[in-house]
């Protein structure tokens, strides 16, 4: 590649998003800044009542006040600059601006695939092991578990995101997406991604592989657990305990394999219509699911939609 051709990092990136179908950017802008507003409602208020109510001090609310405050943080490195793009004839990025939003949605994804898992075994020390889950689960392992989750996700963000933007970028660095995301990055380097590719392959064993075994064993167990309580009552007393965990992470998980997970069109007649579907479904990766999340566990859990009435109650008495 001639030199010529390279763009050094100051010039920046510009993301393409939905120029291609002006007329749904506008729809869109609505229906995300909407979105985008219940995900920090709906999550602000998981995290208050995490906190604020005593009865929900245990293991299982630690990590939902983990999950909600992970969700905002992921969708605050992207949304914004969503919609903002939906707004501006030149959708431009900065190098340092799109740096930072790869790292924070990197780490953030990464995060709650280990935070998930934490869950899992929470629920499993919880339903097949009752005795001895105050010790297991004590705030001695429970705290170190979530922190755990949170390094190894920024640890996996360092090393993806200083790999991607070292490399040399060809052309005009337009960015077939909504924002900055790795994928779409590593098509404008114009020098050898093997390095990267065999790194992310790696990181998806871990972050994806691992987790996705673990809670599927985990979930084995709770099952088989549950169907030898002999009470219905007692069975389902015991499954709705795991039931808004298991939904999250079917969700999640299966957001994320249809993903990066379904073959590419061979046909360059449909790579348009392909690109423009790995993007909406990005953006229901990024969008829809941490808006879920809230909904879920307030539907699914009698006791965070007891302490949200008993808060708005205070805060109804107080004024």
């Known amino acids: 590649m001639d030199r010529s051709n ?53 293991p299982m609310y630690f990590f939902l006040g983990n999950l909600s405050f992970l969700d905002i943080c992921y969708t605050t490195s992207s949304v914004p600059l969503i919609l903002d ?61 979530a922190a755990s989750s949170w390094a190894a996700g920024i640890t996996n963000s360092v090393v993806q995101t200083s790999q991607a933007m070292r490399l040399p970028f060809c052309g005009d660095n337009v960015i077939n997406h909504f924002t900055c995301e790795i994928l779409a990055v590593l098509k404008l380097a114009c020098a050898d991604i093997s390095i990267n590719v065999i790194s992310m392959a790696a990181a998806n064993v871990i972050f994806l592989g691992i987790p996705v075994l673990f809670i599927s064993f985990s979930y084995v167990f709770i099952i088989a657990t549950i169907l030898r309580i002999p009470s219905a009552e007692g069975r389902k007393k015991a499954f709705s305990t795991c039931s808004a965990h298991l939904t999250v992470v079917v969700v999640f998980y299966g957001t994320i394999l249809f993903m990066y997970g379904k073959p590419k069109s061979k046909d360059p007649r449909g790579a348009d219509k392909e690109d423009l579907s790995d993007q909406l479904m990005s953006l229901f990766y990024g969008v829809v699911t941490p808006m879920l999340n809230p909904v879920i566990y307030s539907l699914r859990n009698k006791d965070v939609r007891a302490a949200v009435r008993k808060l708005v109650s205070q805060k109804h008495f107080t004024q």
């Open 6 to 58: 390279r763009t050094t990092p100051t010039m920046g990136f510009i993301l393409l998003g939905l120029s291609a179908q002006p007329k749904l950017e506008k729809t869109f802008f609505v229906l995300i800044l909407l979105m985008y507003l219940v995900i920090l409602l709906g999550n602000g208020v998981l995290i208050l009542v995490t906190i604020l109510d005593s009865h929900l001090h245990t």
């Open 85 to 145: 793009s939906f707004l501006t004839p030149r959708k431009t990025i900065s190098f340092s601006a799109c740096a930072v939003q790869m790292f924070l949605s990197f780490a953030m994804g990464a995060t709650e695939c280990v935070l998930l898992s934490m869950m899992a075994f929470d629920r499993y020390v919880a339903i097949c092991n009752p005795l001895r889950y105050p010790v297991v689960m004590s705030k001695a392992a429970y705290v170190p578990m």
